[in-house]
């Protein structure tokens, strides 16, 4: 790994390197192994996350050395320079048309597509739905087990190169229409309810307790989130702006598998 990072370094610094075969073969050989899963963009240590800026400079790289080529799967066709994953059967995922998955994501086994996007650099691990026009942005990150309902927004980043990507861990349930982008982070086994939209500038803010707590740019373990809205003060007057409330933890009698209405249910909320 150490010379493809050295490799990806010099020709992110003197693009005329791109020019170079060898250089090429590099860059080339890094987005197999994305789409393999044998590397990420980002990596889980210690209860943190370190985003592997060489991986991410691969992929902007791998598109000024591709051509572009025209794909026929009559009565559709595509012309792009980042051909389509293949092999499904193998990887043992369902896909259900018309979900596309671009070559350089990583899609574990077990995963299911309905009609969806997953862009390049993604990574999505086992057993993860991702659900009917739901879409999953380059270089995010996805756990086991995720549960991404319809019409989903899970956030692409690719530039800056230092910018975390969007990371969805192990066991969360996405409800309806939420939005996810800017590098946000969502712990284990949180739940969004319909519509929350988070941004590193939203604020997340915990009601659970006898004063309200403020954050930004991430869901705790186990949080169960509805949207919400603030009064702010601006120079033509007073007006709400969105937010994101957390109103409790998912209970531990409460299977993971459960749906995004039963966990609700909980704290007397349907969504």
């Not at 889980?44 to 080529?69: S, T």
């Not at 994501?105 to 009917?132: H, Q, R, W």
């Not at 530039?159 to 990507?165: G, H, K, L, W």
Request: glycine share 8%; net charge positive; aromatic share 8%.
């Amino acid at each position: 790994m150490e010379d493809y990072k050295k490799t990806i370094e010099q020709a992110w610094e003197n693009k005329k390197l791109l020019k170079d075969k060898n250089v090429q073969t590099c860059i080339r050989e890094v987005i197999n192994l994305l789409d393999q899963g044998k590397i990420r963009v980002a990596s889980p240590a210690n209860d943190e996350w370190v985003v592997n800026e060489w991986v991410k400079k691969a992929v902007i790289l791998y598109f000024p050395i591709q051509k572009m080529e025209l794909t026929e799967v009559p009565p559709f066709e595509f012309h792009d320079k980042i051909k389509l994953k293949k092999g499904y059967d193998q990887l043992g995922i369902r896909v259900v048309p018309h979900a596309i998955a671009r070559y350089g994501s990583f899609l574990g086994k077990g995963v299911i597509l309905m009609p969806s996007y997953v862009n390049i650099g993604a990574y999505i691990d086992e057993g993860t739905m991702v659900d009917t026009w739901a879409t999953v942005g380059s270089c995010a990150q996805v756990g086991k087990n995720v549960h991404l309902s319809g019409g989903v927004g899970i956030g692409g980043v690719l530039e800056p190169v230092q910018a975390a990507p969007v990371i969805v861990e192990d066991n969360c349930f996405i409800g309806s229409r939420c939005i996810v982008v800017e590098g946000v982070r969502i712990e284990k086994e949180a739940v969004l309810g319909a519509n929350v939209v988070l941004t590193k500038s939203t604020r997340i803010i915990d009601v659970t307790g006898r004063e309200p707590v403020s954050s930004k740019g991430l869901i705790p373990f186990g949080s169960v989130v509805i949207p919400g809205s603030y009064t702010k003060e601006f120079p033509a007057g007073k007006f709400q702006v969105p937010c994101a409330l957390i109103i409790g933890k998912r209970k531990k009698s409460t299977d993971l598998k459960t749906s995004l209405n039963d966990a609700l249910r909980d704290f007397n909320i349907v969504v």
